[in-house]
């Protein structure tokens, strides 16, 4: 029954109708229907956590769900299945109304007819507030990205193409679409008199970042830049928050910072392996990288390694410490810093979906 399913999800149920990746939501259907099978249902929540963002919208979403009915998965609001009710045996069990009226319940069909009844139609004051829902996510993101170097510096590559004419506006900005009362040379000169602007306070926060990671100045002023900077990101996000990115332009900054991101944490990883061997943790071993009499003093303390032993495991500890070091000054941001910004990232990314999820379960209402 799963593979009838998968292999007709494409075709049959309209799903690939726009530039979509048909095998990846297949795979997902699979599983979908497999957990569905196991636990005897599924809830919105569970469908929406496992389908991609850009699979949301209810041009798919809807196909999506009847696909998974017809399997004979059914779909809850919540994940706690509900009590079955036991007639009393002098008493002939009444067919309720609503089964009368929507068909029997083992009908899928029917089951998502009568579930997406129970769904409010939204009013226009519905509609803002999920509107309003879905920007907050949007901006607690950006207000992450600013956080990083990196982030800023596409922003402006991509104002670089679109000067350049490499690429149009509408593809970087969706406020292009949007302001159909406004002539695109207004909003162009708008926007790269906003773009001088970031460029202006990145050049400062750039020059700022190089003394801290430098090493050029002493704590009390690596403290203040700090602050500066922190300052000069509330004023970036302050001129960047009316401008609404492409999902494109946002999903490739985030690509790059998940990539660093990523990184870090192998090479954590790689430290704390070699720091288990002597029986130490990471932030033991990491006092005692400058001075080699330091390390040996501390792995004659908690373990019997030879010599030759403690020689390499020391030059390979020192060697991903300095990798480390090298990489911060880079992208002059740290690893502690880099993840608080991945953490402010998904927050508001779940922000965004809780939100869509409400406005995509209003659609199929409409549909239905």
């Not at 670089?160 to 004419?165: A, F, L, S, V, W």
């Not at 932030?283 to 390499?312: M, Y």
């Not at 911060?328 to 910004?341: A, I, P, S, T």
């Amino acid at each position: 029954m799963v593979k009838k399913i998968i292999k007709n999800s494409g075709a049959a149920y309209g799903i690939g109708k726009k530039k979509i990746d048909e095998k990846k939501l297949n795979t997902i259907l699979k599983k979908l229907i497999r957990k569905g099978e196991k636990q005897k249902f599924l809830t919105y929540e569970e469908i929406n956590d496992a389908i991609p963002e850009e699979m949301i919208y209810s041009e798919h979403m809807d196909e999506i769900v009847i696909a998974i009915l017809k399997s004979g998965v059914e779909i809850k609001e919540d994940d706690k299945p509900k009590k079955k009710k036991i007639p009393a045996k002098t008493v002939a069990p009444k067919v309720p109304l609503n089964t009368q009226e929507y068909g029997s319940i083992t009908d899928p069909v029917k089951m998502y007819l009568r579930e997406m009844g129970l769904v409010t139609l939204l009013s226009r004051e519905g509609e803002v507030e999920i509107a309003k829902k879905i920007e907050m996510g949007d901006q607690k993101v950006l207000k992450a990205f600013l956080e990083t170097s990196a982030a800023v510096e596409h922003i402006l590559a991509f104002a670089r193409d679109i000067k350049n004419g490499e690429l149009k506006p509408k593809y970087v900005l969706k406020n292009f679409e949007d302001d159909v009362n406004i002539d695109e040379d207004t909003q162009m000169k708008k926007f790269f008199d906003m773009i001088e602007k970031i460029d202006g306070i990145h050049e400062k926060n750039t020059e700022y970042r190089g003394k801290i990671f430098g090493n050029s100045v002493d704590s009390l002023e690596k403290k203040r830049l700090k602050k500066i900077i922190a300052h000069q990101n509330i004023e970036l996000f302050d001129i960047l928050k009316g401008w609404r990115f492409a999902g494109s332009v946002t999903n490739k900054i985030e690509k790059k910072i998940k990539k660093d991101f990523d990184w870090f944490n192998a090479m954590d990883i790689r430290f704390g392996k070699c720091a288990s061997l002597v029986d130490c943790s990471a932030l033991e071993i990491h006092g005692t990288l400058c001075a080699k009499s330091d390390f040996e003093e501390l792995v004659k303390k908690k373990c019997d390694l030879p010599q030759q032993k403690t020689d390499e495991l020391f030059e390979e500890l020192k060697q991903i410490n300095d990798q480390v070091t090298e990489k911060e000054f880079l992208l002059k941001v740290d690893q502690k810093n880099l993840r608080g910004v991945m953490s402010m990232v998904r927050k508001g990314r779940l922000v965004s979906k809780r939100a869509k999820l409400e406005l995509t379960k209003a659609n199929l209402r409409l549909v239905v």
